[in-house]
């Protein structure tokens, strides 16, 4: 079955304490990106990759690291995580290099930060 | 970016109406999708649409590119269909979303 995972769904967490969120789609696409959602923000992109070791920034990338050394697989890290990063992450992939076509979303990551 | 706005913002409806929701956009574009987004909190893909009409089931979805705006219609509506829909062009610019709301 076509789809993009993510792990944790669910992770409650301390400030600073480092954590990733792991993301991976087997539909072999090129493009891969994070977002998050909050309450009266809608969705914004955090981070996208158009192919292996190619990332970039999106709309809201303070706090947050990614990396493309796999094709199927794009973490989401957090350094040194903040209460104003408890938001609800989805990554997302796309065919296409550069996200155009239709995108795939995963089941999404609850992150709470105390 | 391009704005993209969706109305209305709240509709809820008796099990077995129908509905129409309307996503506008500032731009022509080439690439809309629509979303359910369950109580979940789940993101799942009903339309990809740049143009023309698609159906699924109960669900269809028109875009007319040229006058930038695409319409989800929902027929015999379930109370499953609740969750908010959101209509997105290029999965980077989201509307506000239109949350449904089906009774028994």
């Known amino acids: 079955e076509a789809q993009v995972t993510q792990n944790p769904r669910y992770l409650i967490t301390v400030t600073g304490k480092k954590l990733t969120v792991t993301c991976s789609q087997n539909m072999n696409h090129e493009y891969m990106s994070w977002y998050r959602q909050d309450p009266g923000l809608g969705l914004r992109q955090i981070y996208y990759?158009?192919?292996?070791?190619?990332?970039d920034k999106g709309d809201v990338p303070e706090g947050y690291k990614v990396s493309r050394k796999e094709k199927r697989n794009f973490p989401l890290i957090l350094e040194s995580p903040s209460p104003n990063q408890t938001s609800l992450y989805f990554c997302?992939?796309?065919?296409?290099?550069?996200?155009?076509?239709?995108?795939?979303f995963g089941p999404g990551t609850r992150l709470t930060v105390t | 970016g391009i704005q993209v706005e969706q109305s209305p913002p709240d509709l809820i409806l008796q099990e077995g109406a129908n509905s129409t929701l309307r996503c506008n956009f500032s731009d022509s574009v080439n690439n809309l999708q629509w979303f359910h987004q369950n109580p979940w909190g789940q993101l799942i893909n009903l339309f990809y649409?740049?143009?023309g009409t698609k159906q699924n089931g109960r669900l269809s979805a028109t875009t007319v590119a040229t006058e930038r705006y695409s319409l989800l219609y929902i027929s015999s509506s379930q109370t499953t269909d609740s969750g908010v829909y959101f209509c997105a062009v290029y999965a980077l610019n989201f509307g506000k979303g239109t949350s449904l709301l089906v009774t028994p």
């Open positions: 997302a992939s796309s065919g296409g290099p550069t996200g155009e076509d239709e995108q795939y």
């Open positions: 649409i740049p143009s």
């Open positions: 990759s158009m192919n292996v070791e190619v990332t």
